[in-house]
């Protein structure tokens, strides 16, 4: 029986866990030589091969176009489980999947089913450029017959690996979703990423000089302008941040399975602790359960947050406004609580390990440093305030690509 037969008759179920399973073993992979590589800060091209050797880039697509069928709720974890060997590289395979979801909430259902194909079929690797903040507006005007691109952006993750590009443009006052193949005369990335933490996610600057854009590689139907971005679209927001969720819950969780596995090998009492072994001083095992219990509430906020998105997009384009900030929320909640509970760990990990784990050899300061550059993206206090003013006033979060 081919793995293509044995993939279709598969329950959703068993083909979740067998991605699970291959995101295991890569994260295992990632974090043997996490902290080597995060000192060379090379493109993460080897990386992006990983993940597409172990087909985790294409779980989401149907299984007849050569996929899991998994739902994003789902991919999601898999994005977890990278992030426990590499937060980097989990933030890569994070924004792909959300990016691979772009075609079908705004594009029409041809270029949808198409993209779909090509991504199960070719194992495509998207890279994003996205983030409005930074640099000039990237520009869609037309062109002739045809569009073209102009702009520049100073953060965009994967745009210099991607195989194809998932770009926001404004279009005569109108925000628009460029899918575009990668290799386009006129489009540069930068490489100018050197940052303190996330230094694998092929992040920085990037430039359109009158990049060429055909009309099918504009997402939606005709006419481009004049549309009201319904509700439904609007969810385009929380993917990207349940993935970041999921990411930094991801990097807790393994940031504490490395630290006690250098504590059991390596670690010291307190010299008035009493007792002959760390694995047995009080105050490291009352601050492993504080850890073990906050990272433990804040992955189940955010299953929680992953279900309350599924059912958001279950119910599809007839979904309301009220709806669509139910849903909204509960990924903020999470972001707040994971962005508090991730940082938390990553600093008090040495409070287990003790004073030799901070040798830079070990590279443990990398979990702090990639959840420090990440969590600034944008302002978790403003997710609080999000939250707040839904649950106290019944205010929803104005649509943006933040929120």
């Known amino acids: 029986m081919s793995v293509e037969t044995e993939q279709s008759i598969a329950t959703n179920d068993e083909r979740f866990a067998a991605a699970l399973h291959r995101a295991d073993v890569v994260a295992a992979e990632l974090r043997a030589t996490a902290a080597e590589r995060d ?41 977890r489980r990278i992030a426990r060997g590499d937060t980097s590289i989990a933030h890569l395979i994070g924004y792909h999947y959300a990016q691979t979801r772009v075609a079908s909430l705004f594009g029409t259902p041809e270029q949808d089913a198409e993209l779909s194909r090509r991504n199960g079929r070719e194992k495509v690797f998207w890279g994003g450029v996205q983030n409005p903040r930074g640099g000039s507006d990237v520009v869609l005007s037309r062109d002739g017959d045809r569009f073209r691109l102009d702009g520049r952006r100073s953060f965009a993750s994967g745009a210099g690996l991607g195989d194809y590009l998932s770009v926001t443009a404004a279009f005569e006052g109108e925000l628009l979703f460029v899918a575009l193949p990668a290799g386009r005369k006129g489009f540069r990335a930068l490489g100018d990423w050197d940052n303190i933490g996330q230094r694998l996610t092929d992040s920085g600057g990037v430039e359109f000089t009158a990049t060429p854009v055909e009309r099918h590689e504009v997402l939606g139907p005709d006419p481009l302008t004049g549309r009201t971005i319904t509700p439904y679209q609007t969810l385009v927001t929380p993917h990207w941040q349940l993935a970041f969720v999921n990411f930094y819950v991801g990097t807790a969780e393994g940031a504490l399975d490395e630290a006690l596995d250098w504590t059991r090998l390596h670690g010291a009492p307190w010299e008035t602790s009493g007792v002959d072994s760390a694995t047995d001083d009080p105050y490291v095992l009352q601050t492993v359960g504080e850890l073990r219990s906050e990272i433990r509430a804040a992955a189940l906020l955010a299953d929680r947050a992953g279900d309350a998105l599924q059912d958001a997009l279950g119910i599809g384009p007839s979904i309301t406004a009220e709806q669509r900030a139910d849903a909204a929320v509960a990924v903020y909640e999470a972001k707040y609580l994971s962005t508090k509970v991730a940082l938390s760990v990553a600093s008090r990990l040495f409070e287990i390990q003790g004073a030799r784990a901070t040798t830079s050899a070990y590279g443990f300061d990398r979990h702090w440093r990639n959840l420090r550059t990440h969590t600034v993206h944008d302002p978790v206090a403003y997710k609080a305030r999000e939250v707040g003013d839904w649950t106290l006033n019944r205010r929803a979060p104005a649509f943006s690509l933040y929120r």
Do not use: C, M, T, Y
């Open 39 to 79: 000192r060379a800060n090379r493109a993460p091209r080897e990386e992006v091969e990983l993940l597409r050797r172990n087909d985790l880039l294409q779980v989401q697509e149907p299984v007849e176009h050569g996929g899991d069928g998994l739902s994003f709720a789902q991919a999601a974890q898999v994005v």
